[in-house]
């Protein structure tokens, strides 16, 4: 269908006619597609994306299609697949009238065959160019939902054009346990993510169930090392199965990661350690994991700037499980605090 304007195709979209016709011509399995003859941007809504994708429609490859956004952490209808068969060359932001600015968009990849080797739309460009500005891409947060093992793998090598698309995020949905059990085991599934991760891409996971996930040190350390973690409302459990182990995950690790409670798997383990960890201090105003009451816990504390973000938690301190504290001690004042409040201090002297 030769199309002369946005007009026209906004008549032709809103046609009841028209469509009836359409869906006659499409039934008797011929395939439809518009070729816009105007070089100007062209603009479809979110609700004229999804009637054209259902009928099968598309748009011709020279075409300038621009799908319109108005509405700030909008999760699209309209799939990534979708949007790239559509034809779909930029998604561009408005704010509804009066309304807030735009600053996120979540997008799923969609079913089916794989992405192709062509071009992806552009998030948040702007000024039509093809190409994403540093300012462009900062004003759009962009996360792709995938589900599953299969949907990570068909991402493999197309990381640098998801990253020059203006997504910034991926966030692998996982039904169950046996499923992120077979995402940790499989060698593929970790190469594409180091690969996504490596073209400067972020990820995370969202389990889609409500009962308790397990995961083990190994397992934890993995996600550390490679910088994923779990959605905040996931219940997540770190297990512990050696008595006296010294975990290689550190407290403040362990809430980046989003464990919620650090259990131990066998009545005999008794003692665990682990140290508070580098850089900032633990979030008060998040979720901090808590430790098994079975448990005698020890945290290492390795300078005095750490001591000082825990004379700020000594409450939580205690209420998360943790039983001592090893550190090297400078201030009395902060060390006799914490015993006041509950922590045993096993102390050292610089």
Do not use: C, W
Request: proline share 1%.
């Amino acid at each position: 269908m030769l199309v002369a304007n946005q007009n026209d195709l906004n008549a032709l979209l809103s046609n009841a006619n028209s469509s009836e016709v359409v869906t006659q011509l499409l039934g008797a399995g011929l395939s439809g597609s518009f070729d816009m003859l105007t070089s100007s941007d062209v603009h479809i809504s979110q609700t004229q994306a999804n009637a054209l994708v259902n009928a099968g429609l598309h748009f011709a490859a020279d075409d300038n299609i621009t799908f319109d956004v108005n509405a700030d952490g909008t999760h699209l209808r309209t799939s990534l697949k979708d949007l790239q068969k559509l034809g779909v060359d930029a998604i561009t932001l408005s704010a509804q009238d009066g309304g807030p600015a735009i600053h996120s968009l979540l997008v799923g990849l969609g079913d089916g065959a794989a992405l192709t080797s062509g071009a992806l739309p552009m998030f948040g460009d702007v000024n039509h160019d093809g190409k994403l500005s540093d300012a462009e891409y900062a004003a759009l947060d962009v996360t792709l939902n995938i589900t599953g093992q299969d949907q990570l793998l068909q991402l493999s090598g197309r990381e640098a054009a998801l990253a020059a698309s203006g997504i910034d995020h991926i966030q692998m949905l996982v039904a169950n346990q046996n499923d992120l059990n077979a995402l940790f085991s499989s060698t593929n599934s970790a190469a594409v993510v180091e690969q996504l991760l490596g073209a400067g891409l972020s990820g995370s996971f969202d389990m889609l169930t409500n009962s308790d996930v397990h995961i083990s040190q190994t397992a934890a350390n993995a996600l550390v090392d490679a910088g994923l973690h779990f959605a905040m409302d996931d219940n997540i459990t770190f297990d512990v199965n050696a008595d006296g182990t010294h975990l290689s995950t550190s407290l403040k690790d362990l809430q980046k990661l989003g464990v919620d409670f650090v259990h131990a798997t066998d009545s005999n383990i008794q003692s665990i350690s682990l140290n508070y960890g580098e850089g900032a201090a633990l979030d008060l105003s998040g979720n901090i994991p808590h430790f098994d009451s079975a448990l005698d816990v020890t945290l290492h504390v390795q300078n005095v700037d750490d001591l000082h973000a825990l004379t700020e938690m000594q409450a939580q301190m205690a209420a998360i499980g943790i039983d001592h504290l090893g550190l090297l001690v400078t201030q009395d004042m902060q060390v006799f605090s914490l015993i006041e409040n509950g922590v045993n201090l096993i102390t050292g002297t610089e």
